[in-house]
């Protein structure tokens, strides 16, 4: 059995708005969006980032020239499960609930994650100073949001935001100053799915129309083998729990705590070794187009 490597806190989120790329049943679910639209993600930040190369989207370590372990996939592979480029494009560069900058400048820009690690791991603490030396916003919070300690986990005890609430959490990401705290850089992120900034962006965008963000707290947790191994934790806050002796000390609830899970790893989907679905010699050949353009930059 493997060591098992620690995970940190994240907070998982998508745009409720209907998408004939996803399920209907899977428009208020962040975890759901991820697994339909991940792939989809990857290839259009592949495009944006010019990591396709002869159909070939691949991931930024194989695009800067490392050679070991390259990965990527084929462009047309993803593409054709959603119904082409075209009713990709229709769909998604002119979103509402498109979070990227520039207009949609990529695909399936409607969800994201926010890990609580590096500098953001004092995020709530960061948000909880806030409430605790500013009587309007503390007031605020407590007529908008249910009680807990810290109050982070109360922004998203209900499962979706909008409106005044989506107009709060802005107040707060503003005065904790979000978009300048910097995503852990030992976190591949080949799809922009980190970036705090998309978070703010679609708080506005709740805050400016009737759409809403639906959010998840995943719990720390860790990684052994292939599994994600999931804590207890509080059913309502999601927060790690091992007792029902004691009420939740962050949300009070009585209830019992959800008992640990495994999940399968994210790992590196979509991403494939190139040999796997290349075969040696086209793989090879590739690397060296790759390099060459590297080269030649």
């Known amino acids: 059995m493997g060591q098992a490597t620690?995970?940190?806190?994240?907070?998982?989120?998508?745009?409720?708005?209907?998408?004939?790329?996803?399920?209907?049943?899977?428009?208020?679910?962040?975890?759901?969006?991820?697994r339909a639209l991940k792939s989809l993600r990857a290839a259009g930040v592949a495009e944006l980032e010019q990591r396709t190369f002869q159909g070939v989207c691949v991931d930024?370590?194989?695009?800067?020239?490392q050679t070991e372990n390259p990965r990527g996939f084929p462009k047309s592979e993803i593409t054709g499960?959603?119904?082409?480029?075209?009713?990709?494009?229709?769909?998604?560069?002119?979103?509402?609930a498109n979070t990227d900058p520039s207009s949609g400048s990529t695909w399936a820009g409607c969800f994201g994650w926010l890990a609580l690690s590096h500098e953001l791991r004092q995020l709530p603490e960061a948000i909880q100073r806030c409430?605790?030396?500013?009587?309007?916003?503390?007031?605020?919070?407590?007529a908008l949001f249910p009680k807990t300690q810290p109050a982070w986990y109360g922004l998203w005890l209900e499962g979706s935001v909008g409106g005044k609430r989506a107009k709060a959490l802005l107040h707060l990401f503003e005065k904790v100053k979000l978009e300048t705290y910097a995503v852990d850089p030992a976190i591949t992120d080949d799809f922009r799915l980190l970036e705090p900034a998309r978070l703010v962006s679609a708080c506005q965008k709740c805050a400016n129309s009737s759409l809403r963000l639906a959010a998840e707290v995943i719990p720390r947790a860790s990684l052994q083998d292939r599994s994600w191994c999931w804590p207890?934790?509080?059913?309502?806050c999601k927060?790690?729990?091992?007792?029902?002796?004691?009420?939740?000390?962050?949300?009070?609830?009585?209830?019992?705590?959800?008992?640990?899970?495994?999940r399968k790893t994210r790992g590196h989907r979509p991403f494939l070794p190139?040999?796997?679905?290349?075969?040696?010699?086209?793989?090879?050949?590739?690397?060296?187009?790759?390099?060459?353009?590297?080269?030649?930059?």
């Open 81 to 96: 499960m959603h119904g082409g480029a075209k009713h990709i494009d229709a769909n998604c560069r002119s979103c509402v």
């Open 232 to 236: 207890p934790h509080c059913r309502r």
């Open 60 to 65: 930024r370590e194989t695009a800067s020239g």
């Open 274 to 297: 190139l040999k796997q679905f290349l075969g040696e010699e086209r793989s090879n050949s590739l690397l060296e187009i790759i390099a060459s353009q590297v080269t030649d930059g």
């Open 131 to 142: 409430i605790d030396t500013d009587s309007n916003l503390r007031s605020m919070v407590s």
């Open 239 to 262: 927060t790690p729990r091992p007792t029902s002796k004691l009420p939740c000390p962050v949300c009070g609830t009585n209830q019992s705590p959800h008992p640990g899970k495994k």
């Open 6 to 34: 620690e995970t940190p806190e994240f907070l998982a989120w998508c745009l409720i708005h209907p998408c004939a790329l996803r399920q209907s049943e899977q428009i208020d679910q962040p975890l759901a969006t991820e």
